[in-house]
């Protein structure tokens, strides 16, 4: 498939992707599309940027074209499920720019603003339901919304979802669906717990994967700066400061971790403004159309907006925390080189986050060049790459654990030493106020009888 023509979708919808200037489908969308206007349940598997909103929404309308009809009131005929608000915001704008030359009403169901707007809007029914999981029972439990209408069922990043604890509620969702609907599931990663989602909701489907599980795009520079804790925030400031940057989107791992971050770039004179969770839909919506404009290039988020932010023009992503979940890593710097461009992704690593980083290369099966800018950089303490790369032999590593626990390996006939002290404690005054204290426990016996048969 070279051309969106090739789909056989509808003149309306063509002429709005040449509107959009959509020239030639992604993978994607080559190998989705078709599966869906065969009306086959489909799990895909494409990291973040390839167009999966474009491969469900083109067929999903052209269906909602061809058998037009009215839908119930309080219900839809199609439901979206995605993780965050960002990202419900932009599925739903592109289900809008995609059908702009067809009658087909849509809605948006997201936590973070009124309740009543969405009840308004669900009252005569609509084509097209982008939602939240937790604002969108909130309306079925309020009798707003009724979902045994439903046609098709589209699940966004469903591995995020999962990741955020949605999965309780996907489930109470699925419930109230009837069981002849098209089902869709789309995700970066495919773990176990979404594999086995899959197989309870989708009926023999078509499995597409585009490009490996967890990886990253290969436009993408990624760099490892091994940093001290307290250094990170002069570091960040150093990068932003020295970097030919046109959109940089910093992450961290809490909402008071990105306004810290805020407040010291402010001080050292770079304008940022944070986004995650605290913030009122409307504060959130202000600062994207910002970033989005060029009046704001330094943006600090949390993992709310991993995969919720698609602008045109981040050329950096900046790690300030890394995250302990090695998934999320192949999101955040997805939201750089999208559409074919170029980015760079730059990561500080402290001494705590070292089992991260390494979680992280071995999710991506490759190894990050890192740049040691440590205060007192440990000689003795090989780097995480050189760790992972220079593994000793199984008799050799043994050997480090006994001396790391204070054992040296045994020798034929030598009695085994006795245990030392924990690593970190100097093993003569440990063993010295080992046997003070077993000298002082012994007296404290003789003078007072055995502690056990006294009374306190």
Known sequence: MTSFHDFGLVEPITRALAEEKYVAPTPIQTQTIPAVLSRRDVIGIAQTGTGKTAAFALPILHHLVTNRRRPEHKTCRTLVLSPTRELSSQIVDSFRAYGRHVRISSALVIGGVSMGAQVRALQNGVDVLVATPGRLLDLVTSNALRLGQVEFLVLDEADRMLDMGFIHDIRKIVAKLPAQRQTLMFSATMPRAITELADQMLRNPAKVAVTPVASTVD?????????????????????????????????????????KVVRGLIKAGITAHAIHGNKSQNQRERVLAAFRNGHVRTLVA???AARGIDVVGISHVVNFDLPNVPETYVHRIGRTARAGAAGVAISLCDSEEAAYLRDIEKLIRMSVPATDRRSSPRQAQPSTMQHRLTRPPADAAR???????????????RPQQPRKAPSGINAVPFLHRNAQLGHNTQSRRREHGNPKNSVQ
């Not at 001290?228 to 960040?236: G, I, S, T």
């Not at 030919?244 to 909402?255: C, G, W």
């Open 219 to 259: 436009s993408v520079e990624q760099r490892i700066f091994l940093v001290d804790r307290a250094d990170k925030p002069a570091m960040l400031a150093e990068i932003l400061q020295g970097e030919s940057i046109d959109r940089a989107l910093v992450f961290t791992r809490t909402k008071h971790g990105a306004d």
């Open 302 to 304: 949390t993992d709310i």
């Open 399 to 413: 050997n480090q654990r006994q001396r790391g626990r204070g054992n040296a390996p045994r020798k034929q006939g």
